[in-house]
């Protein structure tokens, strides 16, 4: 497994990435967001960072590629 790590500040550009519809990939799960819609997303994790004014780069994304071996123990469950 490799995993690469980033932070930033902006949570549009990091919602269109994983989400893009070219990649294929799924929305298994969701607890206090909005998932109707993109902009919906942002929004609320927008409204989650104001609870702590304090914290300034809010956006930290972890991308996991594992190897092609794996594949029949990754599961969405």
Request: aromatic share 6%.
């Amino acid at each position: 497994m490799i995993a690469k790590i980033m932070k930033g500040s902006g949570f549009k550009g990091v919602i269109n990435y994983i989400l893009d519809p070219k990649k294929g990939t799924e929305l298994i799960d969701s607890f206090g967001v909005r998932t109707d819609s993109i902009s919906h997303i942002v929004q609320s994790f927008i409204d989650q960072t104001k609870l702590n004014p304090r914290v300034s780069r809010v956006v930290g994304h972890i991308s996991l590629s594992f190897s092609i071996q794996d594949s029949s123990k990754l599961i969405n469950e």
